[in-house]
């Protein structure tokens, strides 16, 4: 990315909404920035420390639920929303050390699996404890923002500002954290684990960093998004939302933010505008299919297709593309049962 | 006591199954170290290629007589023979390239296969529920105050002769020894001889007829099926597979049936709802306290 | 006092003794080489000192204080440094980036400084990447320093691994078999190089199976077989000592 890039793509997309401006597609741009709030915070998990977490959803719905549960009706009790970025961040953040704690002394793959089962975990506690969480129904009415005398309403605009501008703190933070001392104890970590704590990194301490940053972000997507959608119930933080988010940094490039970033683009645009074109396309061949319905079934080809042919994503960060294509015998730190036997 | 012990053998019941799923797991895991994600999903093809064959024999209600017979045998061999293709089809797909890639590109993919064959069965039957035929008839048998339907002993039945014969292809048939070298080492066996990717291949048919099998039995016991089961039922066999000891085919059966035990407790204990908080509790607890799972023994790192 | 001390050190997996009640120490400043055949137990001791086993019995102290029981990368912050047997780099990472974050434990930025690139953080950053650089060409690697590790030749990946144990500027560095696979050459260079991180005040404890180079350049010898020492002292005395030749060459038939 050369220096004056990101600047002017984010100028940009400040006047994208005033040149494109039907209301169906800046709604749409106002939630595919929520998703590119969380792929963001997934690839500091995924893509920066390297630690593969499938239930990702589970601190969507925590930083979801915090809002609905602090800026609603539900319990009468109405912080700021501004205020509530930060409470949402920090309790998404506390649960990501949380629920990473225990997966810290596991290999890649089980700790995939724990991840998954807390995202399964999470959400049925959610639905369960119906007396506080609205139960299947969940939660509505939410608090909407408010600058001064400007209350949000249900216009789709300046929630998309909101969200551009909680885009452009996560980018600032994740690039930032890359380039520093933690950003290479993370790299250190998925390289090599061992060889990281000989260098005196705490792996301990990086990795729930890891899990605790990228939680947060999914705290401050769950402000904005629920505040928008006016509603947070469990079925929408499902395995199915892990796996989208999971197939954008796939799709896009693990590891490099502008793929990331252009990863969730691509996912969100599928649904929206994808799926629905290549299906009248086919209609217009006499194929009568509904692909909009398929759009799982998408996500899981994209998913092998990219492992198999392009397993760096579209725009790679260089050091993973030589990483994914290097082969066997490069990475020896995966050769056992457990990463560090240490007590 | 009586609600234990009737608890115990519904745990027991729903834990051959479990444990037929587990085995595939822990067979696959063994080889390749691979969690195959879309095994849950086998499992799930198996009940609805049960359901095919089924309404090809024209069985919509109970069979009777010897004709019985016939129609268990040709419905889950068939079951087991499409889904043991099924597998070996997906391994060559989607892993046999990846073999040698980090670890972490196989599971992805995997993923995204499980995926991909949810939404084919979600295409070919709906997104709905669908009925299955009850097939074999469902005396109950008292024991006391413990009622045991006919199913039930069928499950634990099949289960238990399955996994015999398992054992004794693993470890007496030479075509199991090679699948036991591979596992230990695979750079070792190639060496001495044998043929990775057949033994490979084999490894995957073998453990997704065994989920084939499942699937047949699990929709003559819950009479019905959908599309996402796998999903549940494959993670709930994983944690067994883990808690058995990864890699051990014991360890598989037995962690089956206790993940079915425990399943059973929770759900006559406090809700039916929790199950599955409680089945993943214990995936969370067993990985971190005792990794290797109750039969497998325990690595230390090789530096 | 000796920087480094392992008091009657056991370790056990199981049934199996892998070091068997080891006393042994290294003073302050000193070049000490630990030789035995092929699994006698070097490593793990090195492994031990680093943490990455705790001792099944015995205790193993560093600069007056206990280290056995902690946590590897609390000892690699204490001071003591290694390099491996299989070399462990930083494969898809600059050699520069692997030096830096040797530095990792004596840097002061926390995640907050990290997050938000504060003046301190940057003027941190740029020393750090300045002390990497003076590294390399200490190792004399400065001309790598943007290839990825796994690039490098062998001879050069070794270097690396010395220059990133050394970012941690540690009081003691272990290095384990630092001449395998290198020619005449390279080990006439390595000589030198250990003599000038000596120089720099850093006591090395090595282990290697080259006896013209672990005689040119150790002070003392320590011996291992099976787990247990059977000799120390002079390197000539070492090698005429009767049981280090039947433990290498088994005994007379």
């Given at each position: 990315?050369?220096?004056?890039?990101?600047?002017?793509?984010?100028?940009?997309?400040?006047?994208?909404?005033?040149?494109?401006?039907?209301?169906?597609?800046?709604?749409?741009?106002?939630?595919?920035?929520?998703?590119?709030?969380l792929?963001?915070?997934l690839?500091?998990?995924?893509?920066?420390?390297?630690?593969?977490?499938l239930?990702?959803?589970?601190?969507f719905?925590?930083?979801s639920?915090?809002?609905a549960?602090?800026?609603?009706?539900?319990?009468?009790?109405?912080?700021?929303?501004?205020?509530?970025?930060?409470?949402?961040?920090?309790?998404a953040?506390?649960?990501?050390?949380?629920?990473?704690?225990p997966?810290?002394?596991?290999?890649?793959?089980?700790?995939?699996?724990?991840?998954?089962?807390?995202?399964?975990?999470?959400?049925?506690?959610?639905?369960?404890?119906?007396?506080?969480?609205?139960?299947?129904?969940?939660?509505?009415?939410?608090?909407q923002?408010?600058?001064?005398?400007?209350?949000?309403?249900?216009?789709?605009?300046?929630?998309?500002?909101?969200?551009l501008?909680?885009?452009?703190?996560?980018v600032?933070?994740?690039?930032?954290l890359?380039?520093?001392?933690?950003?290479?104890?993370?790299?250190?970590i998925?390289?090599?684990?061992?060889?990281?704590?000989?260098?005196?990194i705490?792996?301990?301490?990086?990795?729930?960093?890891?899990?605790a940053?990228?939680?947060s972000?999914?705290?401050?997507a769950?402000c904005?998004?629920?505040?928008?959608?006016?509603?947070v119930s469990?079925?929408?933080f499902g395995f199915?939302?892990?796996?989208?988010?999971?197939?954008?940094?796939?799709?896009g490039?693990?590891?490099?933010?502008?793929?990331?970033?252009?990863?969730?683009?691509?996912?969100?645009?599928?649904?929206?505008?994808?799926?629905?074109?290549?299906?009248?396309?086919?209609?217009?061949?006499g194929?009568?299919?509904?692909?909009?319905?398929?759009?799982?079934?998408?996500?899981?080809?994209?998913?092998?297709?990219?492992?198999?042919f392009r397993?760096?994503?579209?725009?790679?960060s260089?050091?993973?593309?030589?990483?994914l294509?290097?082969?066997?015998?490069?990475?020896p730190?995966?050769?056992?049962l457990?990463?560090?036997?240490?007590? | 006591?009586?609600l234990?012990?009737?608890?115990?053998?519904?745990?027991?019941?729903?834990?051959?199954?479990?444990?037929?799923i587990?085995?595939?797991?822990?067979?696959?895991?063994g080889?390749?170290?691979?969690?195959?994600?879309?095994?849950?999903?086998v499992?799930?093809?198996?009940?609805?290629f049960?359901l095919?064959?089924?309404?090809?024999?024209?069985?919509?209600?109970?069979?009777?007589?010897?004709?019985?017979?016939?129609?268990?045998?040709?419905?889950?061999?068939?079951?087991?023979?499409?889904?043991?293709?099924?597998?070996?089809?997906?391994?060559?797909?989607?892993?046999r390239?990846?073999?040698?890639?980090?670890?972490?590109?196989?599971?992805?993919?995997?993923?995204?296969?499980?995926?991909?064959?949810?939404?084919?069965?979600?295409?070919?039957?709906g997104?709905?529920?669908?009925?299955?035929?009850?097939?074999?008839?469902?005396?109950?048998?008292?024991?006391?105050?413990?009622?045991?339907?006919?199913?039930?002993?069928?499950?634990?039945?099949?289960?238990?002769?399955?996994?015999?014969?398992?054992?004794?292809?693993?470890?007496?048939?030479?075509l199991?020894?090679?699948?036991?070298?591979?596992?230990?080492?695979?750079?070792?066996?190639?060496l001495?001889?044998?043929?990775?990717?057949?033994?490979?291949?084999?490894t995957?048919?073998?453990?997704?007829?065994?989920?084939?099998?499942?699937?047949f039995?699990?929709?003559?016991?819950?009479?019905?099926?959908?599309?996402f089961?796998?999903?549940?039922?494959?993670?709930?066999?994983?944690?067994?597979?883990?808690?058995?000891?990864?890699g051990?085919?014991?360890?598989?059966?037995?962690?089956?049936?206790?993940?079915?035990?425990?399943?059973?407790?929770?759900?006559?204990?406090?809700s039916?709802?929790?199950?599955?908080?409680?089945?993943?509790?214990?995936?969370?607890?067993?990985?971190i306290?005792?990794?290797?799972?109750?039969?497998?023994?325990?690595?230390?790192?090789k530096? | 006092?000796?920087?480094?001390?392992l008091?009657?050190?056991?370790?056990?997996?199981?049934?199996?003794?892998?070091?068997?009640k080891?006393?042994?120490?290294?003073?302050?400043?000193s070049?000490?080489?630990?030789?035995?055949?092929?699994g006698?137990?070097?490593?793990?001791?090195?492994?031990?000192?680093?943490?990455?086993?705790?001792?099944?019995?015995g205790?193993?102290?560093?600069?007056?204080?206990?280290?056995?029981?902690?946590?590897?990368?609390?000892?690699?912050?204490?001071?003591?440094?290694?390099?491996?047997?299989?070399i462990?780099?930083?494969?898809?990472?600059?050699?520069?980036?692997?030096?830096?974050?040797?530095?990792?434990?004596?840097?002061?930025?926390?995640?907050?400084?990290?997050?938000?690139?504060t003046?301190?953080?940057?003027a941190?950053?740029?020393?750090?990447?300045?002390?990497a650089f003076?590294?390399?060409?200490?190792?004399?690697?400065d001309?790598?320093?943007?290839?990825?590790?796994?690039?490098?030749?062998?001879?050069?990946q070794?270097?690396?691994?010395?220059?990133?144990?050394?970012?941690a500027?540690?009081k003691?560095?272990?290095?384990?078999?630092?001449?395998?696979?290198?020619?005449?050459?390279?080990?006439?260079?390595?000589i030198d190089?250990?003599?000038?991180?000596?120089?720099l005040?850093?006591?090395?404890?090595?282990?290697?199976?080259?006896?013209?180079?672990?005689?040119?350049?150790?002070?003392?010898?320590t011996?291992?077989d099976?787990?247990?020492?059977?000799?120390?002292?002079?390197?000539?005395?070492?090698c005429?000592?009767?049981?280090?030749?039947?433990a290498?060459?088994?005994?007379?038939?």
């Amino acid at each position: 990315m050369g220096r004056l890039q990101p600047y002017a793509l984010f100028a940009a997309a400040i006047v994208l909404p005033l040149v494109f401006s039907n209301g169906g597609f800046v709604n749409f741009l106002a939630d595919a920035g929520a998703f590119v709030l969380l792929a963001l915070g997934l690839n500091v998990v995924v893509g920066f420390a390297g630690l593969l977490d499938l239930g990702y959803a589970a601190f969507f719905a925590i930083g979801s639920y915090t809002f609905a549960m602090l800026a609603s009706p539900q319990f009468g009790i109405h912080i700021p929303f501004w205020v509530m970025l930060f409470v949402a961040s920090g309790v998404a953040a506390v649960f990501g050390i949380l629920l990473g704690a225990p997966t810290l002394r596991l290999r890649g793959d089980y700790l995939a699996i724990v991840t998954l089962g807390f995202g399964e975990i999470v959400p049925q506690t959610f639905l369960n404890l119906s007396q506080w969480t609205g139960g299947p129904n969940g939660i509505g009415s939410l608090d909407q923002p408010a600058i001064f005398n400007f209350r949000f309403g249900f216009q789709a605009l300046p929630y998309y500002y909101l969200i551009l501008g909680l885009i452009a703190v996560a980018v600032l933070a994740a690039s930032n954290l890359r380039a520093s001392r933690l950003g290479r104890a993370w790299m250190a970590i998925r390289e090599d684990e061992l060889a990281a704590a000989h260098a005196g990194i705490n792996t301990t301490t990086t990795k729930l960093a890891a899990f605790a940053i990228g939680a947060s972000f999914s705290g401050l997507a769950g402000c904005a998004y629920a505040s928008k959608l006016q509603l947070v119930s469990p079925d929408q933080f499902g395995f199915n939302v892990s796996v989208a988010v999971l197939s954008m940094l796939v799709l896009g490039g693990m590891g490099n933010i502008p793929g990331v970033i252009v990863g969730s683009l691509v996912i969100s645009s599928l649904d929206r505008f994808i799926l629905p074109q290549l299906t009248n396309f086919m209609h217009g061949f006499g194929i009568s299919i509904d692909l909009t319905n398929s759009r799982f079934l998408i996500y899981g080809v994209i998913l092998v297709l990219t492992m198999l042919f392009r397993p760096e994503g579209l725009i790679p960060s260089r050091q993973r593309k030589a990483e994914l294509r290097a082969g066997p015998d490069v990475l020896p730190a995966e050769q056992t049962l457990y990463t560090e036997a240490a007590p | 006591m009586d609600l234990f012990l009737q608890q115990l053998v519904n745990g027991l019941s729903l834990g051959g199954i479990y444990a037929l799923i587990a085995l595939g797991y822990t067979m696959i895991y063994g080889i390749i170290e691979l969690i195959n994600f879309a095994h849950g999903d086998v499992y799930t093809l198996g009940t609805f290629f049960s359901l095919a064959i089924l309404t090809l024999l024209g069985v919509t209600g109970v069979v009777t007589g010897p004709l019985l017979i016939v129609v268990v045998v040709v419905t889950m061999l068939g079951a087991m023979i499409l889904c043991g293709l099924t597998g070996v089809v997906i391994e060559r797909l989607a892993y046999r390239r990846l073999r040698n890639a980090p670890r972490l590109a196989p599971l992805i993919t995997a993923i995204g296969m499980s995926f991909i064959l949810e939404n084919v069965m979600q295409y070919w039957r709906g997104p709905s529920p669908i009925p299955f035929p009850q097939v074999i008839p469902n005396p109950d048998v008292h024991l006391g105050a413990v009622t045991i339907a006919t199913k039930q002993i069928l499950v634990v039945v099949l289960a238990v002769a399955l996994m015999i014969v398992l054992r004794a292809f693993v470890y007496r048939t030479k075509l199991g020894k090679a699948m036991r070298a591979t596992a230990q080492d695979r750079d070792a066996a190639q060496l001495m001889g044998i043929d990775i990717n057949t033994t490979i291949a084999l490894t995957f048919l073998i453990g997704s007829a065994l989920a084939g099998a499942a699937g047949f039995v699990s929709g003559v016991y819950y009479g019905s099926t959908w599309f996402f089961n796998g999903f549940g039922a494959g993670l709930k066999a994983f944690t067994a597979a883990v808690l058995g000891g990864i890699g051990n085919l014991t360890g598989a059966m037995l962690g089956g049936f206790l993940i079915g035990l425990i399943e059973a407790m929770t759900t006559q204990l406090i809700s039916d709802q929790w199950s599955n908080v409680v089945v993943f509790s214990v995936l969370v607890l067993v990985l971190i306290f005792r990794p290797s799972g109750l039969l497998g023994e325990s690595l230390p790192a090789k530096v | 006092m000796a920087l480094l001390q392992l008091e009657s050190v056991s370790l056990h997996f199981g049934g199996l003794v892998a070091v068997d009640k080891l006393d042994f120490s290294v003073e302050a400043g000193s070049i000490v080489t630990m030789i035995g055949p092929n699994g006698a137990g070097k490593s793990t001791v090195f492994n031990l000192i680093t943490g990455i086993y705790a001792p099944s019995g015995g205790r193993i102290t560093f600069d007056g204080r206990t280290i056995s029981g902690l946590k590897t990368s609390t000892i690699a912050a204490g001071g003591i440094s290694r390099t491996f047997q299989n070399i462990r780099l930083f494969a898809f990472m600059s050699a520069l980036d692997n030096v830096m974050t040797g530095e990792h434990a004596r840097m002061r930025a926390n995640v907050l400084d990290s997050l938000l690139h504060t003046p301190a953080q940057r003027a941190e950053e740029r020393r750090v990447r300045e002390r990497a650089f003076e590294l390399l060409r200490f190792v004399k690697l400065d001309h790598v320093g943007e290839n990825y590790a796994r690039n490098l030749a062998y001879g050069m990946q070794r270097r690396l691994e010395i220059a990133r144990a050394l970012a941690a500027e540690p009081k003691l560095l272990l290095l384990d078999e630092p001449a395998a696979g290198m020619n005449a050459n390279e080990k006439g260079e390595l000589i030198d190089l250990i003599r000038r991180i000596r120089d720099l005040g850093v006591t090395i404890f090595l282990i290697e199976h080259d006896m013209r180079l672990v005689k040119q350049i150790s002070e003392r010898i320590t011996v291992l077989d099976h787990g247990e020492k059977i000799a120390e002292g002079l390197p000539d005395a070492v090698c005429a000592d009767p049981k280090v030749i039947e433990a290498y060459l088994g005994a007379p038939a």
